[in-house]
């Protein structure tokens, strides 16, 4: 077994800042939502090699997922959290999962997200 995609939820309207973050800082590509899904809104990222995918789904509703999280294992920790802090979402560290450094950030609509690499 495999997990497949992970899905966050955004406001209505929410999805340019839902691709700020996972195109523009994880640099996960958007792909297009089957003609069926894509009259909901949303949007949908998958890496490139098909590994990673994430489903941006529209609730009326909303209000982000404080605790519950997706958590991505980076190879080069230290240059994302860069490149999500010099793109305006806060990063905050912490060494309360031995073997991992880990920080915690939020993205462009305020869910939580974990950013992770083993330590070596």
């Known amino acids: 077994m495999r997990l497949h995609h992970v899905q966050v939820s955004c ?10 973050f996972y195109g523009g800082v994880l640099g996960l590509p958007e792909v297009d939502k089957p003609p069926a899904l894509a009259a ?3 949007a949908w990222f ?11 789904g529209v ?3 909303f209000v982000p997922a404080r605790k519950a999280h997706p958590a991505f294992c980076v190879d080069d920790i ?10 305006g979402f806060q990063v905050s ?3 309360l999962f ?8 939020a993205d462009g ?8 690499t083993p330590v070596r």
């Open 98 to 105: 031995p073997g991992y450094r880990r920080f915690h950030t």
């Open 46 to 56: 998958r890496s490139a090699d098909g590994q990673v995918e994430v489903h941006v």
């Open 93 to 95: 560290w912490d060494e």
């Open 59 to 61: 609730e009326a509703d």
């Open 11 to 20: 406001p209505p309207g929410g999805e340019d800042p839902a691709r700020a």
């Open 109 to 116: 609509n305020g869910n939580r997200v974990e950013i992770l």
């Open 40 to 42: 909901r809104g949303g």
């Open 78 to 87: 230290d240059e994302l959290a860069a490149r999500a802090a010099s793109a």
